[in-house]
């Protein structure tokens, strides 16, 4: 069958994109100069490949008319730009003065770019300045969705290309209300996201943090991604200041940009009313109180650190899929460790920069739930779904339902396959479901046991293809393996 795709829109586009990732990568170009470091090299010849590749891309479409790009070529562009900025983004990290091999950068680039957090680098402090710039900007740009970023400053995408584009990448069961010129509500979410970007910066340098500390670890939790520029993580500052503050800068990049948006817009009543907002606080909540008694069950030192500040903050990376973790969480018993898998399955807000299924679905699979058991005493009722006051489709509905299967699915496989390299289930489940929901939390064999790049090159591998289709929330990525979609 012969294919309708428009082959020469893609590669365009794409090569645009390219062109706009060579103009990021001069920000670390810029940092490894400042400090007088040599990896200033490895990102000249990144910057130099992509404007090369970009500007090749745009020079073999200049003589063919301009086409539109429709919902196919929109779901194609989608999932390549997060490959193709992988492979441009990861040649610093393999010409860097700590070179990573192939393998362990692509890993590295996807895991910056999807939030996840997964790191290849044993030792980060070895890296330089340049580097760790790169590995928490990746995770910035990520954040709100490459796509999205791209919405924002290619004015030509101001129309329905870009909104079905954006609904390709965006996160979660519904978009909110778009502005008809999708480019005014990027603007206006992208202004939100560095607004708060900025507060944290200045929050954390306020603390014990120097600037270039308090700008990396800000990118890690404004974009829920947890790569961090110390060994031993956010325990190296030893600083209930700088726990408290990213525990309320990672609760509040869980939130839907868009209803940050709308609060930030005088409209405060519409957001503390919002369902999913309370759902999303009562999990928190719920959670708490059950790590708080499982503490107190083991016997735990009563102290405001063991009883507040480490629970909190770690329940709140795990479910806004940020990835920070705290010393000696290992060490908090069977409960602890299943409960954390939950949260990182369960996931924030959609529209949010968090990963995992979301909490939007989840509350309409509990009222889904709900309504099917009353419908087993009441079977003449009719009974709908609805957030926020209003009804959900059913479409809507089967279609949240199927997801969710879906998603499961993907973790029972991935799973398996792990296991097949001789880890236990614990923990392939554990590094499957970090890497699915861009976590990047690490148990066993990639927690205090091991690492991530410790892990064979082939389970590398399928966790990068894991990474990506979290980041893309299954459909938009598995629908290119489905022949009808190439056929005309």
């Keep these: 069958m012969k294919t309708s795709v428009n082959v020469s829109s893609i590669v365009r586009i794409l090569g645009r994109l390219v062109l706009i990732e060579a103009l990021l990568m001069l920000l670390p170009l810029a940092v490894c100069l400042i400090y007088g470091e040599s990896d200033w090299r490895g990102f000249a010849v990144a910057v130099g490949s992509a404007a090369l590749a970009g500007g090749l891309a745009e ?50 680039v996807i895991s910056g770019f999807t939030t996840t957090g997964a790191s290849m680098i044993a030792d980060v402090e070895a890296q330089s300045h340049g580097i760790l710039f790169w590995r928490a900007f990746t995770q910035w ?52 996201y ?14 014990p943090m120097n ?29 209930d200041y700088a726990l408290g503050v ?22 405060i009543r519409e957001f503390l009313g919002n369902d999913v907002l309370k759902a999303f606080t009562g999990v928190v909540v719920v959670a708490y109180l059950l790590f708080l008694g499982a503490a107190l069950l083991r016997g735990e030192a009563l102290t405001v650190d063991n009883l507040l500040f480490y629970p909190l903050f770690h329940i709140v990376s795990a479910v806004t899929s940020t990835g920070f973790s ?36 989840v509350s309409v699979m509990w009222r889904n739930f709900v309504n099917e058991i009353k419908k087993t005493v009441f079977p003449k009722r009719t009974y709908v779904v609805s957030i926020n006051g209003s009804a959900l489709q059913s479409s809507l509905v089967s279609r949240i339902s199927a997801f969710v299967s879906l998603y499961v699915l993907t973790i029972v496989v991935a799973s398996a396959v792990v296991t097949v ?39 590398k591998w399928m966790l990068v293809w894991v990474m990506l289709v979290g980041r893309l929330e299954l459909f938009t990525f598995l629908v290119l393996f489905l022949p009808s979609f190439w056929r005309r």
Excluded at 164 to 170: G, L, Q, R, V
Excluded at 247 to 266: E, H, I
Aim: glycine residues 14%; contains cysteine; aromatic residues 12%.
């Design 141 to 192: 740009i990520g954040g709100l969705g490459i796509i999205f970023f791209m919405l924002a400053v290619l004015p030509e995408f101001n129309k329905a290309t870009g909104i079905s584009m954006f609904n390709a990448e965006a996160t979660g069961i519904t978009h909110g209300k778009l502005h008809p010129r999708i480019r005014q509500t990027a603007l206006s979410i992208w202004g939100v």
């Design 421 to 459: 390299f001789g880890y236990s289930l614990t923990d392939s489940l554990f590094m499957v479901i970090s890497c699915i929901g861009c976590n990047g939390l690490g148990y066993g064999a990639t927690g205090v046991e091991g690492a991530f790049y410790a892990l064979p090159g082939i389970v």
């Design 194 to 207: 560095a607004s708060l970007t900025v507060v944290s910066i200045l929050l954390l340098w306020a603390g």
């Design 326 to 361: 705290i010393t000696g969480s290992e060490g908090w018993g069977p409960f602890a460790l299943f409960l954390t898998m939950l949260l990182m399955t369960c996931g924030a807000c959609s529209g949010s920069t968090s990963g995992g299924i979301k909490i939007d679905r």
């Design 211 to 239: 600037l270039f500390d308090s700008v990396c670890q800000t990118f890690a939790a404004i974009a829920t991604g947890g790569f961090t520029t110390r060994n031993e993580g956010i325990a190296y500052w030893h600083s």
């Design 246 to 267: 990213l525990t309320v800068v990672m609760f509040v990049a869980g939130l839907n940009f868009m209803m940050l948006y709308s609060a930030w817009r005088k409209n």
């Design 59 to 108: 020079l073999s479409g200049r003589h063919r008319p301009a086409t539109s790009v429709r919902s196919r070529e929109g779901f194609i562009i989608t999932a390549l730009v997060w490959v193709v900025f992988g492979l441009f983004g990861m040649i610093p990290f393999m010409l860097s003065a700590v070179p990573l091999g192939f393998t362990d950068a692509m890993f590295e």
